[in-house]
């Protein structure tokens, strides 16, 4: 583990993602080293800028990331793409896993790329992701972008471990922006219109106005400057907007960095993951014990069939904690 800590602070990617591949492990030794390399990088003290990125799919997300990347590595940072996809645990596929797929990135020197892992639980991805995250930090990377789809339980999450929280979203109707979500809208910090190219670049401005309208209706955050949170217009594939788009996040994250905003929502994240990990922990000591679980069998059965109520039978489990 020490060389491999070592190696990984050199910014060696290939000791990198040995790092991520284990930290991916369900094996209990795998655990237990994962555990103790994390440990050993948290020291190098380094910090990313991580921007979290949703979208449906279709709207762009590889096609962005691919050219905002370039944009990145071509300016000299180092950057880390790493995927969410809560639906590849079912499909067995991932949304980074076609390799075509943001092909010249990918080939960047200063480019880390790695798909969704296809593992069981939202929660065991939550847990792989930060810790990949950790590692590219502690790798010296400039910028983690963890990419997901537009699935409200892998957003909430994903905006959970980012220091900035992008929208992509494509051009459309007035009547279509009462598609996007209220809760999702209220996590974004950037909501960027994708597409603002050839005969869509008209209903992209429209999109543009009419979100950042309906972003002016949104209560306002204590850790956003005035203009925040903004909408506009980007082409992913002709390369349009996205130096307004990194600009406007460096100002944001430098904005909240003065404002101590920074420190502060990464210390609450930190707090919530704890508690996350706990409450995982300890599901899965309950699950661990052959009794234990037969009995949260037999009382689910009873709480679906209206024999106990789910309180009831809950502290029945609990009771075996003690
Ligand atoms: P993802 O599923 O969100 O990752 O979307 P992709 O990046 O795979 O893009 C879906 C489709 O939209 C592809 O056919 C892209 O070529 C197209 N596309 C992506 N970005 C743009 C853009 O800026 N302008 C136009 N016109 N098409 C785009």
Redesign the pocket.
């Known amino acids: 583990m020490d060389d491999l800590a070592k190696r990984i602070a050199a910014g060696d990617r290939r000791a990198l993602a040995r790092a991520v591949t284990l930290v991916e492990s369900t094996r209990a030794d795998h655990r237990g080293q994962a555990t103790a390399l994390l440990e050993k990088l948290r020291g190098t003290g380094r910090q990313a800028l991580r921007i979290g990125l949703s979208?449906t799919?279709?709207?762009?997300?590889?096609?962005?990331i691919e050219a905002f990347g370039m944009k990145l590595t071509e300016a000299g940072l180092k950057v880390a793409v790493l995927a969410v996809d809560p639906s590849s645990a079912r499909s067995g596929g991932s949304i980074l896993g076609d390799k075509t797929r943001m092909e010249r990135l990918s080939r960047a020197p200063g480019a880390f790329i790695r798909p969704s892992p296809s593992s069981a639980a939202l929660g065991g991805v939550a847990r792989r992701t930060r810790e990949a995250v950790a590692l590219c930090e502690a790798a010296g990377f400039d910028v983690v972008l963890i990419e997901t789809v537009g699935v409200g339980q892998s957003e909430t999450m994903v905006a959970q471990m980012c220091d900035l929280f992008v929208l992509l979203l494509a051009p459309a109707g007035g009547d279509e922006l009462q598609g996007v979500k209220r809760g999702i809208m209220e996590m974004a910090d950037l909501i960027l219109i994708?597409?603002a190219?050839?005969d869509?670049k008209a209903t992209a401005t429209r999109t543009v106005a009419d979100y950042a309208g309906a972003l002016r209706l949104l209560r306002k955050r204590p850790q956003d400057p005035e203009d925040f949170p903004k909408a506009l217009a980007v082409?992913?594939?002709?390369g349009g907007g996205l130096d307004t788009a990194w600009d406007e996040m460096q100002a944001l994250a430098a904005w909240r960095k003065d404002q101590t905003w920074w420190d502060r929502a990464r210390a609450a994240q930190a707090a919530h993951w704890f508690r996350e990990e706990v409450q995982n922990g300890l599901l899965a000591r309950l699950h661990e014990d052959a009794d234990i679980r037969s009995m949260m069998g037999a009382l689910a059965d009873e709480v679906a069939a209206g024999a106990q109520t789910p309180d009831a039978a809950a502290a029945a489990v609990l009771d075996k904690l003690r």
């Open positions: 979208g799919p279709g709207v762009g997300k590889s096609t962005f994708n597409k190219d050839g869509l082409s992913a594939v002709e």
